[in-house]
């Protein structure tokens, strides 16, 4: 995903209009990730795209796994999350 998919112009459109926030789960502060992790998408799966609202903090989207994202999918994706917190 990062090398062939975040990179597209369509995808790297959507993400930058967004600020990015990652959760590495095996560090020293896993115990905290796991927990942030259930709280936030009641799943430990990784990947996992989460697309918040910076203001309320509501979740605009959310895909567990990359499940064969193609370019256009993903941007897809992204542009709906984005798309619905404009409304």
């Known amino acids: 995903m990062e090398q062939s998919v975040f990179p597209a112009p369509a995808v790297a459109g959507e ?6 926030a990652r959760l590495h ?3 020293p502060a896993e115990e ?10 009641d799943s430990y ?3 996992v795209y989460l697309v918040l609202d910076p203001v309320s903090g509501e979740q605009l989207g959310v895909q ?15 542009r709906a999350a984005r ?4 409304d």
């Open 45 to 47: 799966a990784t990947p």
């Open 15 to 20: 993400l930058n209009r967004m600020i990015e």
């Open 64 to 78: 567990h796994g990359a499940r064969d994202f193609d370019t256009e999918g993903f941007a897809a994706f992204l």
């Open 25 to 27: 789960n095996d560090g």
């Open 83 to 86: 798309l619905s917190a404009e």
């Open 32 to 41: 905290e990730v796991r927990r942030l992790e259930l709280e936030l998408v």
